[in-house]
C-alpha cells in the first residue's frame, strides 16, 4: 500500500479524510495552504492555484509514498454571491480553486496510476442544484462533475476509479453534515470494487 494524499486539508473534510485514511493504516500526505498538522499524517504547504507548487508537493509525497492510492482533491472557496457580484477576476480566482486546481492534480498523478492499473481519484462536490446566492460555488461544482466524467472516460478504463463525494449541506461537527460522517463515503469509494460509483451524495438524511 502506497497511501493517500489529500489536498484541501481543512479543519472539516479535509482533516476528517485524512483521520480516516490514517485509521485504515495507510500513510497519508496532506498538502494545503498553511501546515495542518494531522495526527499520523505528513503535512506538506502548497496552494492549489501555484500549479508548479502544487506539483512539486505532489512529486515530494510520491517521492515518499510512491504513486498513491489514493488522491483526495477538497480545495474549495465557499463564498455567498449573487449573479453580478464578483467580478471576473473573483469569478476566475474561484474556478481556478474549484476546478483547475483539481484537474491539475489528477492529470499529473493519474498517468502513473493507470500505468500500475489501479487507483482512486476522489473529489468533494457540492450544490446538486444550482443556487443563485451561491453562484461562484455553482458553477464550479458543476465544473467538479463534468471533470469527474472526463477523467473517469480517460483513466477509468486503465484501472483508476474516478469519483466525487458531492455534500448537500454547511459542514458542522455534531450536525447532519458531520466532516466525520462526510469522511466515511471517501473511504467507502476507495474500498469500492468494480462497479464503481460515480458519485456519492450527501444529504444529511
Not at 57 to 76: F, I, M, Q, S
Not at 129 to 155: C, F, H, I, M, N
Not at 156 to 169: E, F, L, N, R
Request: glycine share 12%.
Amino acid at each position: 500500500m502506497s497511501g493517500a494524499v489529500i489536498i484541501g486539508a481543512g479543519p472539516g473534510i479535509g482533516q476528517a479524510v485524512a483521520r480516516r485514511f490514517v485509521r485504515e493504516g495507510l500513510p497519508v500526505v496532506t498538502i494545503a495552504r498553511s501546515e495542518r498538522a494531522v495526527p499520523g499524517a505528513r503535512a506538506l504547504v502548497a496552494d492549489a492555484t501555484d500549479e508548479d507548487a502544487l506539483r512539486g508537493a505532489l512529486d515530494v509525497a510520491a517521492g515518499e509514498l510512491g504513486t498513491p492510492d489514493v488522491l483526495v482533491y477538497n480545495a474549495a472557496i465557499i463564498q455567498p454571491d449573487g449573479p453580478g457580484d464578483l467580478s471576473a477576476r473573483g469569478h476566475l480566482d474561484a474556478w481556478a480553486v474549484n476546478v483547475v486546481g483539481a484537474l491539475t492534480a489528477a492529470a499529473h498523478v493519474a498517468p502513473a496510476m493507470a500505468e500500475r492499473g489501479s487507483g482512486t481519484i476522489l473529489i468533494t462536490g457540492g450544490m446538486p442544484e444550482p443556487d443563485p446566492r451561491y453562484v461562484s460555488l455553482s458553477l464550479g461544482k458543476a465544473g467538479v462533475r463534468t471533470l469527474v466524467s472526463l477523467l473517469d472516460a480517460q483513466y477509468g478504463p486503465s484501472g483508476v476509479h474516478v469519483a466525487s463525494v458531492t455534500v448537500d449541506g454547511p459542514v458542522a461537527p455534531g450536525t447532519p453534515f458531520d466532516p466525520d460522517d462526510i469522511a466515511e463515503h471517501y473511504w467507502t469509494l476507495h474500498a469500492q470494487e468494480r462497479p464503481w460509483s460515480a458519485e456519492i451524495v450527501h444529504t444529511g438524511r
